[in-house]
């Protein structure tokens, strides 16, 4: 049986309580993530909404996961292409 963790966050000045199957660590961790490049973004151009902001951090994260997804795959075949050999 798994234990659901339950934790809670601000994440761009609001406060959310996050459930998931993951350690409390991680998920705070996460969270601090989030938090910490809508804040980045909200610096760099104070008149951005928060919801403007966390639309473009959730932007900028989706397009780090999938270079990383590709470099991954990438990889992935080259060792197994090594692997062949």
């Given at each position: 049986m798994s234990t659901t963790t339950r934790v809670?966050?601000?994440?761009g000045g609001e406060i959310?309580?996050?459930?998931?199957?993951?350690?409390?660590?991680?998920i705070i961790k996460v969270a601090n993530e989030?938090?910490?490049?809508?804040?980045e973004?909200?610096?760099?151009?104070?008149?951005?909404t928060l919801i403007k902001a966390a639309v473009l951090a959730s932007l900028n994260i989706a397009d780090e996961l999938y270079k990383l997804q590709e470099s991954y795959e990438s990889l992935v075949r080259v060792i197994e292409t090594e692997?062949?050999?």
């Open positions: 809670e966050v601000e994440i959310y309580v996050l459930r998931g199957d993951a350690p409390a660590e991680h989030v938090d910490r490049r809508i804040r973004l909200i610096d760099r151009n104070p008149r951005l692997g062949v050999k």
